[in-house]
């Protein structure tokens, strides 16, 4: 039988989700009246959720669990759902149901009138402190303006893509992924489908403000020179304050100002500088460590248990 849909959802300590999710994309996906599958994910959880999975397979074969042997992290664990999938649409949902899996069928819409991706933009966000919202407005808005590629504000990893989308970025196996940000910038047709991000339904979020900030760095990194850039205009500005202040030092020393007698203004100088020098390094740090990663070659991720191919 050809799979028109699959349904991807990364899982990590998710045992109080799984039940409604699967019940809600199950219920979505059937009166679609297409064949789909729902690859579930088990991101090396420890709270009973790869038993779950087990389950939920074992009652119904379109449910195909992926089960890692350690954790791996959540943008591993959506690459290895496009590694698993096999229907003509995949789309990816988080588990903790803040996307409904009923506007689903809206990036559906728009994949049948020809778009190969449907994004799916938060107009609204529900149960989210004003620190979350404010610090997510700004990371979407620093990342579209730093980055070499046009990544739609507000979204998240929901979203729809076209078989062909998918074989392509599963060609790229960089490990420090972005997949919002990969998904932009392999082209194709897109459009924004804009709807209401829900509540979490049940648990604790597994993206706290550390896990964030290293998200942040991940896109940054991955898509932009914009650092070392800033590394350089540190060092042209420093030595422009040198190239201005020599006269103006010597003829403060030369009218015998007590202000720029002893060795204060030379330590001031020489921490300024060493304090530019040792940010410059630790952006080269960063990208240097990337590169390390990727030299060793190692796969991205282990598999445990995975659905045999029919």
């Known amino acids: 039988m050809k799979i028109v849909y699959s349904v991807v959802a990364p899982i ?50 379109r449910v195909r669990p992926v089960i890692f042997a350690r954790n791996f992290g959540h943008q591993i664990a959506i690459t290895a759902g496009w590694d698993y999938a096999r229907g003509d649409a995949i789309v990816i949902i988080d588990a903790d149901l803040q996307d409904p899996p009923e506007v689903i069928l809206d990036l559906a819409k ?27 407005s700004m990371f979407y808005r620093i990342i579209y303006r730093i980055t070499d590629v046009k990544i739609p504000v507000d979204t998240g990893d929901f979203r729809l893509m076209d078989r062909k ?42 993206y706290p403000l550390n896990k964030m900030l290293l998200l942040a760095l991940n896109a940054i990194t991955s898509f932009s ?25 010597i003829y403060l020393r030369m009218e015998g100002s007590p202000q720029f007698t002893g060795q204060a203004t030379t330590l001031i100088a020489v921490l300024f500088l060493g304090g530019v020098q040792l940010i410059s390094l630790g952006i080269l740090g960063e990208y240097i460590g990337r590169l390390y990663d990727e030299a060793k070659g190692r796969p991205l991720y282990i598999v445990r248990e995975a659905p045999k191919e029919e």
């Open 225 to 249: 020179y914009f650092p070392l850039q800033v590394a350089t205009y540190f060092g042209f500005v420093s030595a422009g304050l040198a190239i201005l202040a020599i006269p103006v030092v």
């Open 12 to 61: 990590y300590n998710e045992l109080e989700n799984l039940p409604e999710l699967y019940r809600r994309v199950k219920a979505v996906m059937d009166s679609n009246g297409e064949a789909w599958e729902l690859v579930l994910v088990d991101d090396g959880s420890t709270d009973g959720s790869t038993e779950k999975i087990r389950e939920l397979a074992q009652n119904d074969s």
């Open 110 to 136: 728009k994949w049948k009138e020809g778009y190969e991706v449907v994004y799916a933009v938060r107009a609204e966000r529900e149960g989210e402190s004003w620190f979350k919202k404010f610090t997510a």
């Open 165 to 206: 989308v998918v074989d392509v970025l599963k060609q790229m196996r960089e490990r420090h992924r972005f997949p919002r940000g990969m998904s932009a910038w392999v082209g194709f047709r897109q459009v924004g489908v804009e709807y209401k991000r829900a509540v979490r339904f049940a648990g604790e979020t597994k």
